[in-house]
Every structure is written in structure tokens, then in C-alpha cells.
């Protein structure tokens, strides 16, 4: 399995924003929305994955979704969707999909892992209970399977049976300045991931959390596995977050694009906040 050894100063931490969703309804995406007490509104959606180069290494949290299957049908059909070739944003940091060394699969929804095959070269990292729920005898129940597409989990149990994935049981540091913890919640094996730069600490939440507000006011968003779960990672995060030279990205706020310095009209700087 590929190492990334560089020195940890040189960790440099992207958020590409590869599709946007216009026209959520709030009280769709929050549980409980109107024991609130505020109105109805509407919401974007950005969908992200995230770059950490070192050096000439580079590792991927998550990939984006399919474009072939896209979200485009069913329930999503209502939606405007503003879609991006997520090879065509990797091109755009000079990141080619071969060059790629390591994936961490902050957990198995079908944002997040459907361009895995796209990678020769990468090792991936998920979360062991993350796999065995994905893979095991509950994961097409009608409830849940809505959130991941049966082809996306196929391609990571054949690159398991590959010998290229490697399980994460707790907290973990995969390479010098970066470290996976499962915090569960949103999906059974959810992991945060600390990547410490020259300018602090950046914690990609993931699915963690999807929007700030989430985490401002305890409003837990409506696709969970264990709720406990998701109030005690709003716990953690807030904790990460009052370290000094700290802060925390969340996984889908149209927000990041403004608290980071901007690249492109499709990428920011993680490592230079706007805070």
C-alpha cells in the first residue's frame, strides 16, 4: 500500500464543488424541522470531494458521484442540478486521475464513492463498519438503500477483494499530519478526517455534518443511522473547532465556497480561511 511521507507542512487541502442542487425544501433535509419553529425555506445543495496534495502525492477524500447514474430520477427529478466532470476539476489542480495514491471513502452514499474505478493506481481506507453494513444483508432494505447505488459498493468490494482497501476500526493516523476517526451518525461508519497544515488544523466533516446550521442549532439532517450518534459528532466537532488554528468544513454548505479563498469558480483553499 502506497505511503504519503512528505513533511507535514507542505499539506495543501482543496474542496472541489462538483454539483450543485437547487430547490430543497428545508423541512425535507432536517428531522423534526417544525418542532423549530421557523418557516419553510428553500436550500442549495453543493456537493463536494476533497483534494490533499503533498508534494507530488496525492490523496482524495471521496470522488463525487456517477455521472452516468447521476441523481437525476426519482425523488431528485423535481430538482435543478448543475453537474461538473469531477476529472475535468481534478485536471484543473493538474491531478491526474492515475497520479492519485490514496482515496479515504468517508462513507459509502452515492455522492460520495462513485468514481472509484476511475483511480488505477489508489489504495482506499474506509470504515469497517461502514463496509460490513453496506455489504451485509441489510443494505438493500428500502429505508436506507435509497442513500447509496448497489454498483458504486460493488466497485469497493471488488477492490477489497483486490487486496486495495484497508479497514479503519478507530482513530487513526493513515499518514504523518492525517488521521481518520469513524464518529458514525449520518451513516454506521462516517469518518472525519484531521489534516494538519503550515496554517492550522483543517477537519473535513464530511457527511458529519452537512450544513452549519446543523451543528449551530443541534438540527440533525433526515438520512441518519443512529441520531445519538449524530448530536455526540456535532459534540466533537465543536470541540475540534475551539482548538487553536482549527476549523472544520462541512460536506455539502454552499457556504465553503465564501469562507475559503477562492481558486476557481469550483474549488477554494482550505488552508486559507476567511473565518
Not at 121 to 145: K, L, N, Q
Request: aromatic fraction near 10%.
Amino acid at each position: 500500500m502506497s505511503r504519503m511521507t512528505d513533511p507535514i507542512e507542505r499539506h495543501e487541502v482543496f474542496a472541489l464543488r462538483y454539483a450543485t442542487m437547487h430547490g430543497r425544501r428545508a423541512s425535507e433535509l432536517y428531522v423534526a424541522y417544525r418542532a423549530y419553529g421557523i418557516e419553510d425555506r428553500l436550500l442549495d445543495m453543493a456537493c463536494y470531494f476533497w483534494v490533499i496534495r503533498t508534494g507530488s502525492q496525492v490523496m482524495l477524500v471521496d470522488c463525487g458521484w456517477n455521472r452516468d447514474r447521476g441523481l437525476s430520477g426519482g425523488r431528485y427529478s423535481r430538482l435543478r442540478i448543475e453537474e461538473r466532470d469531477p476529472v475535468e476539476l481534478l485536471a484543473r489542480l493538474d491531478v491526474d486521475p492515475s497520479a492519485v495514491d490514496h482515496i479515504v471513502v468517508s462513507h459509502m452514499h452515492i455522492d460520495h464513492i462513485g468514481n472509484l474505478d476511475l483511480f488505477p493506481r489508489a489504495t482506499m481506507s474506509v470504515a469497517r463498519d461502514e463496509f460490513d453494513c453496506w455489504t451485509g444483508p441489510y443494505a438493500r432494505h428500502p429505508a436506507i438503500a435509497h442513500s447509496t447505488a448497489a454498483q458504486d459498493v460493488r466497485v469497493l468490494q471488488q477492490l477489497a477483494d483486490a487486496g486495495r482497501v484497508q479497514f479503519v476500526d478507530g482513530p487513526e493516523e493513515l499518514f504523518p499530519g492525517i488521521t481518520v476517526t469513524p464518529v458514525g451518525g449520518h451513516s454506521p461508519g462516517q469518518l472525519i478526517i484531521d489534516v494538519e497544515t503550515a496554517a492550522g488544523t483543517v477537519v473535513l466533516a464530511s457527511d458529519a455534518v452537512h450544513y452549519h446550521e446543523e451543528i449551530e442549532h443541534n438540527r440533525p439532517f433526515y438520512v441518519y443511522t443512529d441520531i445519538l450518534a449524530m448530536f455526540r459528532a456535532y459534540d466533537l466537532l465543536r470541540e475540534r473547532a475551539s482548538r487553536p488554528n482549527t476549523w472544520f468544513v462541512t460536506g455539502h454548505d454552499p457556504l465553503e465556497m465564501q469562507r475559503f479563498h477562492r481558486l476557481h469558480d469550483a474549488c477554494v483553499d482550505l488552508t486559507k480561511p476567511r473565518l
